[in-house]
C-alpha cells in the first residue's frame, strides 16, 4: 500500500450544501472516493490509499487535472484505491464532485 | 448523518427495472427503500475499517463492506443491511460483522421493525477468518433471539457473489427469503468443493452445473427459498413486501415443520445425482427448459408444483 | 483424552450415550440427579444433510419433552463437501440444526458445547458454535481456514503467514487463538474431574447472553467488535 496526499488552493469554493457523499467501491481496478465539505473554500485536499505502488506521477497529474476543471473549493477526498486505471479515477473525482452540487436530499 | 449516493433521479420505471445484481449495495438500498428514507449507522464517514487487513497489505473500505442503518419500506419502518459483494466477496470480517450484529440486536429490543438483509457474500473473510466465523455465530444467534422477539428477518439474495459459506447459514436462519435466478445460495462454494474432492465429484468450471445446483430456481423449486424475483430491484421490494405480511412467527412449530420438510427433502430428492432429476421427480415434465424459461414463466410453473408448507424456516 | 474418558468424567453418576456412524445421541446424569442431553459428532465426521437432520430430530424431541441442559461434543471434520449435499439444500440442515440449539438456549434448556478434538468452517457453525458457552479441552483443534488453503488463495507462503500469526489471533487455527477472540470462553484442566468443572459453568453462566464479543475485546484479540456492535445497536434505537 501506498500514501499520497495532495494539497491544492483553488479559485472558488465548490457549489451545492451536501455535507458528504461516496461513491465507488473498493475492489481490482476500481476506487471509493469518499467527499466530505471540511476544508477552508479555497483550498481542497485529497488523500489516497492505493493497492498500486509508484504511481505517485500519474495520481499528481490526474487531480491536478481534476482541480483545474473543477475548482473543488471546501472539499477533502479520501480515496481508498484497489489499483483503478487514470480514466476511472478521473471519472470517480467527477462523479464524487457532481454529487456534492446536489442540494442536500 | 446522511451520505449522498450516486444519485441519477430514475423515473419510477427505471428504477423498479435496474438489476439487482449490477447494482451496488448502496444503490439497492436506496432503490428498495421509500425515497431519501435511509439513514444509515456508521457510515463511512465515520471510518470505521477493518483493522486486520493491513496485516496482509491489503485496501480497507470505509464501511467495511458492509451498510446498515434504518428507512421506509412503503411507509412502515424497516431496519436495513446491505453487503457490497465487490469488496472481499461481501465477506464477514470483525467490522463488517459487528455492524449486522449490532442492528439485530436493536432490531430484537425495538421489536417492531422488521429487518431486511440483503446478502451478497463469499462467507468468511480469508484475512480475519476466526473473527469472521465468530461474527456469523454472533449474528446467527442475533437473529434467532429477533425472530423470538416477534421481528421477521427477510433475507434478499441475488447478487455478484451470491451467499456461500456461514452466509448461507445466516440464510437458513432468516424467516424468509426472496432469490432471484442470479442468487446462489451453498455453504461450500464450487471451487471448495472441486479443490476438495476432486473436478469428477464437481466441476466448478461448469456454469450450467453451478447455477442448477446452487442457483435461485433450484433453491426456489425445492424449497431453499420462499418468493422467486426477477433481477430487477422493483421485484424484490415486491417479493419483500409480500414476505412481510405474510411470513408467520417463530417457535417450536416453525422448528418441527422445518425438520419434516427437511426430512421429506431427503426422503424425496436424496438419491437424486443431480438438479434435473429433482425437477423431474418434483413434477417437471421437461426439466432441461428450466434454466432457459423467463422468470413469469418459471413462477408460473413453481407456483404449480410447489407447496408452501415447504417454507417453515 | 479419549471420547469414552471424556463422557465418563463428565458424567460419573451414569450415561446412556450411543456412537452411531460418528454422531452422538444419549444422555448423561448430572451430581443433582438431573438429566443432561448429549448430542456431538464424534471420529472427525463430516456434517452432511444426513447427520444434521438427525442430531436437529433428537434435539426438538428432546425440546419438546425433556428438560435440563444439553451438551454438545464436537470432534468434526468440515461440512461434507460434495455435490449431493449442497444440491439437497446443506445450508437449510445446518443452519436448522443451529436454531435447535439455539431456540433450546433461549427456552431453558442450557447449551454447552465441548471441543474436545478437530472442527471446521460450517460443521463448527451448527454445533459447538451455536451453544450458550463453548468450552475447549487441552489438545482440540478448531480450524477456520487452514494455511494452505490461506497460502494458496492469499498468494503468501506458510512461512509468511505463520510470522504474522505470532502478532494476530484473527486468522489463524487453534484453540489458543479462538479464546482470544472470546469464541472459546474456557479451557478445562483435564487433570481434574470434567464433572466439577461442567457443573461449575452451569452455575456461572445463568442467562443466554451472547457476550462472547465483550470476551474477545477483554482477551485483546477483537478490540473493535463489541464496540460497534453496540455503537450500531444504539444508533438504531435513538434513530427508530
Not at chain 2, 447455477?211 to 419483500?240: N, P, Y
Request: charged residues 25%.
Amino acid at each position: 500500500m501506498e500514501d499520497l496526499t495532495f494539497r491544492h488552493t483553488t479559485l472558488k469554493r465548490a457549489s451545492g450544501l451536501k455535507p458528504t457523499a461516496i461513491i465507488g467501491v473498493v475492489a481490482s481496478g476500481n476506487l471509493e472516493v469518499l467527499v466530505e465539505r471540511v476544508m477552508p473554500d479555497a483550498e481542497c485536499l485529497l488523500e489516497i490509499r492505493t493497492a498500486a505502488e509508484g504511481f505517485g506521477d500519474v495520481w499528481e497529474a490526474v487531480v491536478a487535472d481534476f482541480v483545474e476543471r473543477y475548482s473543488p473549493g471546501g472539499l477533502k477526498f479520501s480515496i481508498n484505491d484497489g489499483g483503478a486505471r487514470p480514466d476511472t479515477v478521473s471519472l470517480r473525482l467527477a462523479q464524487a464532485a457532481r454529487l456534492m452540487q446536489e442540494d442536500d436530499r | 448523518m446522511s451520505v449522498a449516493h450516486v444519485d441519477r433521479q430514475l423515473p419510477g420505471e427505471t428504477r423498479a427495472a435496474s438489476s439487482w445484481y449490477e447494482a451496488s449495495a448502496r444503490e439497492r438500498v436506496r432503490l428498495l427503500l421509500d425515497a431519501g428514507s435511509f439513514q444509515e449507522f456508521i457510515g463511512p464517514e465515520a471510518r470505521e475499517t477493518s483493522p486486520h487487513l493491513r496485516v496482509f497489505d491489503l485496501p480497507e473500505q470505509f464501511d467495511d463492506g458492509i451498510i446498515v442503518g434504518c428507512g421506509k419500506l412503503d411507509g412502515s419502518p424497516v431496519f436495513v443491511a446491505a453487503q457490497e459483494g465487490r469488496f472481499m466477496g461481501g465477506a464477514f470480517g470483525e467490522v463488517h460483522g459487528a455492524k449486522l450484529t449490532g442492528l439485530l440486536r436493536a432490531a430484537r429490543d425495538v421489536k417492531s421493525a422488521p429487518v431486511l438483509l440483503l446478502l451478497d457474500t463469499g462467507g468468511v473473510r480469508l484475512q480475519e477468518a476466526n473473527a469472521g466465523e465468530l461474527a456469523i455465530a454472533e449474528i446467527m444467534r442475533a437473529v434467532i433471539e429477533a425472530r423470538s422477539a416477534g421481528v421477521k428477518v427477510i433475507g434478499l439474495i441475488g447478487g455478484r457473489s451470491g451467499c456461500y459459506g456461514g452466509g448461507g447459514l445466516i440464510a437458513g436462519c432468516c424467516s424468509a427469503l426472496v432469490v432471484s435466478e442470479q442468487g446462489r445460495i451453498a455453504v461450500s462454494g464450487p471451487e471448495v468443493i472441486e479443490t476438495n474432492r476432486g473436478v469428477e465429484e464437481f466441476d466448478s468450471r461448469d456454469r450450467a452445473l453451478v447455477w442448477r445446483t446452487m442457483g435461485g430456481k433450484s433453491r426456489w423449486l425445492i424449497g431453499g427459498a420462499d418468493a422467486f424475483a426477477d433481477d430487477t430491484v422493483g421485484d424484490f421490494r415486491k417479493a419483500a413486501l409480500k414476505l412481510l405480511s405474510s411470513t408467520a412467527d417463530f417457535g417450536l412449530d416453525t422448528l418441527k415443520a422445518e425438520q419434516s420438510r427437511l426430512e421429506e427433502r431427503l426422503q424425496s430428492f436424496g438419491e437424486c445425482p443431480d438438479a434435473l432429476d429433482i425437477w423431474r421427480t418434483e413434477g417437471v415434465s421437461d426439466p432441461r427448459s428450466i434454466p432457459a424459461l423467463p422468470a413469469d414463466q418459471f413462477i408460473a410453473l413453481g407456483d404449480k408444483i410447489r407447496r408452501t408448507s415447504r417454507d417453515a424456516r | 483424552m479419549t471420547l469414552d474418558e471424556i463422557l465418563a468424567s463428565l458424567f460419573p453418576n451414569g450415561r446412556d450415550v450411543k456412537n452411531q456412524r460418528g454422531v452422538l445421541f444419549g444422555s448423561g446424569t448430572l451430581r443433582s440427579g438431573e438429566q443432561a442431553l448429549v448430542i456431538g459428532v464424534s471420529d472427525r465426521t463430516p456434517l452432511g444433510v444426513d447427520e444434521a437432520a438427525r442430531l436437529s430430530r433428537y434435539v426438538l424431541s428432546s425440546v419438546e419433552s425433556g428438560k435440563g441442559p444439553i451438551v454438545v461434543v464436537v470432534d468434526s471434520d468440515s461440512q461434507r463437501m460434495s455435490k449431493r449435499d449442497e444440491l439437497l439444500g446443506l445450508n437449510e440442515y445446518l443452519a436448522h440444526l443451529a436454531k435447535c440449539l439455539l431456540y433450546a438456549d433461549l427456552n431453558g434448556r442450557p447449551t454447552i458445547g465441548i471441543l474436545y478434538g478437530h472442527t471446521a468452517a460450517g460443521a463448527f457453525l451448527a454445533t459447538a458454535m451455536a451453544t450458550r458457552v463453548l468450552v475447549g479441552l487441552p489438545g482440540a483443534d478448531p480450524v477456520v481456514m487452514d494455511l494452505p488453503s490461506m497460502s494458496k488463495v492469499t498468494k503468501l507462503s506458510i512461512e509468511v503467514l505463520e510470522a504474522k500469526a505470532k502478532s494476530t489471533p484473527v486468522f489463524a487455527p487453534g484453540l489458543q487463538n479462538l479464546s482470544q477472540m472470546g469464541a472459546v470462553h474456557t479451557v478445562w484442566d483435564t487433570s481434574r474431574p470434567l464433572v466439577d468443572q461442567l457443573e461449575a459453568v452451569l452455575r456461572e453462566t445463568t442467562d443466554a447472553r451472547d457476550r462472547r464479543d465483550e470476551l474477545g475485546k477483554q482477551r485483546g484479540g477483537r478490540t473493535k467488535a463489541a464496540d460497534i456492535a453496540e455503537r450500531v445497536h444504539d444508533l438504531a434505537l435513538h434513530t427508530l
